[in-house]
């Protein structure tokens, strides 16, 4: 997942920029590879800054002092097609029509029929690997089929609907027009997330209007009335209105469970469930589940969380096991999320040079240490050891997530089974693999309960991590081989060379 948003203010004198790079920071926690804003100015022009890179290092205040104008769009970038080169930071940009800028959130799964279809049917050039320059060529070619001086709402949610016909996958996106207004859309299924919200503005004269990936972004920033946006539904601000549509009839809401076990921050509230109570649930159900396993006395000494996201799912299954619970392992707070950095050895390194065990909670215990999930089992492998290292009797190892065994194709960059600790492998393997005594896995279905208690209304998540039901009706085993063959680690280790290449095109990183 990445991180989006986009700002328009009621005051056109005032500028935007600050605000969506505040939102970025909120959300750097979705995307860690590069970082972008567009704004839009006077005249309807367009300034753009983005570029590899955390957000403090790419929005230097220099380049902020540059993004002038009342609206614009943000992203964070973690990269799950394409190549991690500076040419695929977003947003994108087209200058035709009208100038549209865009930042999506997830992964097609049809990017090579797309790419066809721009290039021998629409006559569109696409410049980079990435499969969200496709989307916004899909949009931009049905707009300019208007063929109109100046768009209304009605041209720009019939271009919705038609990319909606021809993009599959996952996409929220947040959108602007250069001189109309900014825009956000969600896919038919709503995989990834997005929200909507407005604020008094700061002149007391009507509202200002704000996207973003998750909630917290317009908490922060005081923005009210906030609310999801719908699967299949776009909403258009344009400079004298807003404007909804729900364009998709009837779709079924199909969030990504993974956000709630992992990537969102527990302070977001996504399609009416709080993350952080959905963790706290988990923790519940899974003390249940070691109670099961265990039986009532079990020989735990103490419960340890993985830092960060396990915390609040580790706190309560200790509190549900009349256990104690200790923080064993101490983060340095400078190293970011592991589990998106790009490349097995990165990722591999950085465990180590986050966290630490501290003996005194490990020396002659019997510990059981929760995360939220084991992937391709980075974290627990070395944690299992370090935990060793620091005189641990005996090693138990939870997850709040059930075992993973499938890729994911709408955004989390897993698209190679082979490299899962779980794939293959059943729970004592596992165990073994991570070098536990017991590895003990949260069930699917008290997963999805943990959710659903918040919103009994979802019908449906996106769970193909833990059982290979994708949720749109293309992911065939075809289409599953060949995302194996172009991003496993082993294809990304070999030598790449559009993910060196310059495209100077896309980019204004000046000092
Ligand atoms: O099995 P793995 O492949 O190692 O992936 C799973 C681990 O990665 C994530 O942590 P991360 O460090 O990314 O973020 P966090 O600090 O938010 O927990 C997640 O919370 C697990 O700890
Ligand atoms: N994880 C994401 O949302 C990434 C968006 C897009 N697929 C990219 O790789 O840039
Ligand atoms: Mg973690």
């Given at each position: 997942m990445c991180g989006?948003?986009?700002?328009?203010?009621?005051?056109?004198?005032?500028?935007?920029?600050?605000?969506?790079q505040?939102?970025l920071g909120l959300l750097q926690h979705r995307g860690q590879d590069a970082a972008?804003?567009?704004?839009?100015?006077?005249?309807?022009?367009?300034?753009?800054?983005?570029g590899n890179g955390m957000v403090r290092d790419v929005f230097t205040?220099?380049?902020?002092?540059?993004?002038?104008?009342?609206?614009?769009?943000?992203?964070v970038r973690y990269p799950t097609?394409?190549?991690p080169?500076?040419?695929?930071a977003?947003?994108?940009?087209?200058?035709?029509?009208?100038?549209?800028?865009?930042?999506?959130?997830?992964?097609?799964?049809?990017?090579?029929?797309?790419?066809?279809?721009?290039?021998?049917?629409?006559?569109?050039?696409?410049?980079?690997?990435?499969?969200?320059?496709?989307?916004?060529?899909?949009?931009?070619?049905?707009?300019?089929?208007?063929?109109?001086?100046?768009?209304?709402?009605?041209?720009?949610?019939?271009?919705?609907?038609?990319?909606?016909?021809?993009?599959?996958?996952?996409?929220?996106?947040?959108?602007?027009?250069?001189?109309?207004?900014?825009?956000?859309?969600?896919?038919?299924?709503?995989?990834?997330?997005?929200?909507?919200?407005?604020?008094?503005?700061?002149?007391?004269?009507?509202?200002?209007?704000?996207?973003?990936?998750e909630?917290i972004?317009?908490?922060?920033?005081?923005?009210?009335?906030?609310?999801?946006?719908?699967?299949?539904?776009?909403?258009?601000?344009?400079?004298?209105?807003?404007?909804?549509?729900?364009?998709?009839?009837?779709?079924?809401?199909?969030?990504?469970?993974f956000?709630?076990v992992y990537f969102a921050r527990p302070d977001?509230?996504?399609?009416?469930?709080?993350v952080?109570?959905?963790r706290?649930?988990?923790?519940?159900?899974?003390?249940?589940?070691?109670?099961?396993?265990?039986?009532?006395?079990?020989?735990?000494?103490?419960?340890i969380p993985v830092p960060d996201t396990s915390r609040a799912a580790a706190l309560?299954?200790?509190?549900?096991?009349?256990?104690?619970?200790r923080e064993g392992f101490n983060k340095n707070r400078y190293v970011g999320r592991t589990f998106i950095m790009p490349g097995q050895e990165m990722r591999r390194k950085n465990v180590k040079r986050k966290l630490n065990a501290m003996t005194?909670e490990f020396?002659?215990?019997?510990?059981?240490i929760v995360d939220d999930s084991i992937v391709r089992g980075t974290t627990s492998e070395q944690i299992v050891q370090m935990a060793r290292d620091a005189?641990?009797?005996?090693?138990?190892f939870?997850s709040a997530?059930?075992?993973?065994?499938?890729?994911?194709?709408?955004?989390i960059d897993m698209?190679?089974?082979?490299e899962?600790v779980?794939?293959?492998?059943?729970?004592?393997?596992?165990?073994?693999?991570i070098?536990?005594?017991?590895?003990?896995?949260?069930?699917?279905?008290?997963?999805?309960?943990?959710?659903?208690?918040?919103?009994?209304?979802?019908?449906?998540?996106?769970?193909?991590?833990?059982?290979?039901?994708?949720?749109?009706?293309?992911?065939?085993?075809?289409?599953?081989?060949?995302?194996?063959?172009?991003?496993?680690d082993?294809?990304k280790?070999?030598?790449?060379?559009?993910?060196?290449?310059?495209?100077?095109?896309?980019?204004?990183?000046?000092?």
């Open positions: 989006v948003s986009a700002l328009i203010l009621a005051d056109t004198k005032q500028p935007a920029v600050a605000e969506i505040e939102s972008g804003i567009v704004t839009c100015g006077p005249k309807g022009r367009l300034y753009q800054c983005k205040p220099p380049r902020l002092l540059g993004l002038i104008g009342c609206m614009g769009v943000g992203h097609a394409g190549t080169a500076n040419s695929e977003q947003p994108f940009y087209v200058n035709s029509p009208y100038g549209i800028v865009m930042g999506h959130n997830g992964n097609l799964t049809n990017t090579a029929e797309l790419k066809r279809f721009l290039d021998h049917d629409a006559h569109r050039h696409i410049n980079t690997d990435s499969d969200s320059e496709l989307l916004l060529n899909i949009f931009a070619y049905h707009l300019q089929k208007t063929d109109k001086f100046r768009i209304s709402e009605e041209d720009i949610f019939r271009a919705i609907t038609n990319l909606y016909e021809q993009c599959h996958g996952a996409y929220a996106c947040a959108g602007m027009i250069a001189g109309f207004g900014i825009m956000g859309f969600r896919d038919p299924f709503g995989i990834r997330p997005l929200v909507f919200g407005r604020r008094k503005s700061s002149s007391g004269d009507g509202y200002d209007y704000m996207f973003a990936s909630s972004v317009l908490d922060s920033l005081d923005f009210t009335d906030i609310r999801d946006v719908n699967p299949g539904e776009a909403i258009i601000v344009s400079k004298h209105a807003v404007t909804t549509r729900q364009l998709v009839p009837n779709p079924t809401l199909s969030p990504c469970i956000e709630y977001s509230i996504i399609d009416g469930v709080s952080y109570n959905a706290l649930e988990m923790g519940i159900k899974l003390a249940n589940k070691i109670r099961r396993t265990l039986g009532d006395k079990s020989d735990i000494d103490v419960v309560q299954l200790s509190q549900e096991l009349g256990l104690m619970y005194a020396k002659d215990k019997n510990v059981l005189g641990a009797k005996k090693v138990y939870a997530a059930p075992a993973i065994r499938y890729p994911n194709v709408y955004g698209p190679c089974t082979a899962l779980a794939f293959d492998r059943n729970e004592t393997e596992i165990s073994s693999a070098g536990a005594d017991l590895v003990i896995f949260q069930d699917k279905e008290d997963l999805i309960d943990s959710c659903r208690k918040y919103n009994p209304d979802i019908t449906q998540f996106d769970t193909s991590v833990f059982d290979g039901r994708y949720v749109t009706s293309d992911v065939t085993k075809e289409y599953l081989d060949e995302l194996e063959a172009a991003r496993s082993g294809a280790n070999k030598h790449n060379p559009r993910a060196e290449e310059v495209i100077g095109l896309h980019n204004i990183l000046q000092a």
